[in-house]
């Protein structure tokens, strides 16, 4: 079992930046490949990137590419979104997920992770 405990979501005005944390604990961090997704109020969870298990490998839904970057450290069992650029639109909860390594990496679909974090709220205001 791993746990996931994402942070750093809030409120931040359209243009600005945060960055999201997600700490995991339970297992080897570096055996877990890691999503990052969102979602919005009546809306499907939606994928927003994904890293490999060493962080080398990364990945980006085209709505975010450029804007986005995931990156890992695994000595501290932490995955982090940051975020620049933000629009109204990116508002949502905004979910770490992890999948082992072995399974592969970069999966859009919720379904192929098998631990998820809580969520973080994530506001843009215009």
């Known amino acids: 079992q791993v746990q996931l405990v994402e942070s750093g979501g809030g409120l931040v005005q359209a243009g600005g930046s945060l960055r999201l944390s997600c700490t995991a604990s339970g297992r080897t961090f570096s055996d877990y490949a890691m999503g990052w997704f969102r979602q919005a109020p009546g809306e499907e969870r939606e994928f927003v990137g994904a890293s490999s298990a060493s962080g080398d490998l990364v990945d980006y839904a085209v709505s975010v590419k450029g804007r986005f970057t995931i990156s890992r450290d695994n000595a501290k069992n932490t995955v982090f979104l940051q975020m620049n650029s933000l629009k109204p639109e990116d508002t949502a909860v905004y979910y770490c997920?992890?999948?082992?390594?072995?399974?592969?990496?970069?999966?859009?679909?919720?379904?192929?992770?098998?631990?998820w974090g809580q969520g973080t709220q994530v506001t843009v205001s215009s």
């Open positions: 997920a992890a999948r082992a390594k072995f399974r592969g990496w970069g999966m859009p679909e919720p379904s192929a992770y098998s631990y």
